[in-house]
């Protein structure tokens, strides 16, 4: 089971990262925070989990994507549908209860500087993700996710946190694969791009 995931997620990325290095894709997506590593797990503090695997799968079913569109809509449904199983979104589906993410992480993680860790990101891409809402392509996703009954943040802070577990896993939990390394080389690229621009 675990391989297959891997090899899907695999799929996944490798199709995310080729035609993703002119300087305007760059920009798109660094600004919308690499929307297509959303799905990537390389650091084992942060795992897929049950809920994880059976969103990916209901949304499937759902949205039989052929367009890159259509994948980031099944993406942020998905996280969204994982959010919702873990009980950890706000009524208005743009808040964390950073109670029950603190909960939910003490429920598979054993050391405290681990639970802390994730629970900074996540406090910290909460932000983020409340930050990009104003931004337009932003607004034009939330149009196109509002007809799958479907909202941006959620996705926004699962992007986020895959994001920062990439960059910021410890050595030793970081998945030594040639995606995984690529994908953090990707993001480094974007995270210089980004202070270039700023
Ligand atoms: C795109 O990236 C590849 C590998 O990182 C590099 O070899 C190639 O020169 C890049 N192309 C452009 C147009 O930047
Ligand atoms: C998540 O839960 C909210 C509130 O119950 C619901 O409106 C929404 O459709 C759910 N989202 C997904 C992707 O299942």
């Known amino acids: 089971m675990f391989k297959v995931r891997n090899g899907f997620l695999f799929l996944v ?3 995310g990262v080729m035609g993703r290095n002119t300087s305007s894709d760059l920009d798109e997506d660094c600004e919308l925070n690499a929307v297509d590593t959303m799905h990537d797990f390389c650091c084992d503090l942060h795992e897929e989990g049950p809920q994880f695997t059976e969103c990916q799968r ?3 079913d759902k949205i039989q994507y052929s367009t890159d569109e259509e994948e980031q809509s099944y993406m942020f449904c998905t996280a969204e549908c994982t959010f919702n199983s873990t009980e950890i979104l706000g009524k208005n589906r743009q808040s964390l209860r950073l109670r029950q993410v603190k909960n939910h992480l003490e429920s598979y993680l054993v050391n405290d500087a ?6 900074a990101t996540y406090v910290k891409c909460d932000k983020h993700a409340i930050s990009l809402m104003p931004h337009t392509g932003v607004k034009k996703l939330a149009k196109r996710l509002s007809s799958y009954g ?4 959620p996705g926004l802070v699962f992007e986020c946190v895959a994001n920062e577990m990439i960059l910021n896993c410890p050595a030793k939990k970081f998945q ?4 995984c390394k690529e994908t953090r080389n990707y993001l480094k690229q974007c995270m210089q791009y980004l ?3 700023a």
């Open 195 to 197: 202070k270039y621009k």
């Open 176 to 179: 030594q694969t040639a995606a």
């Open 58 to 60: 209901e949304w499937h």
């Open 13 to 15: 990325l490798a199709i």
């Open 150 to 153: 479907c909202h941006p943040y």
């Open 114 to 119: 681990d639970v802390d860790l994730l629970y």
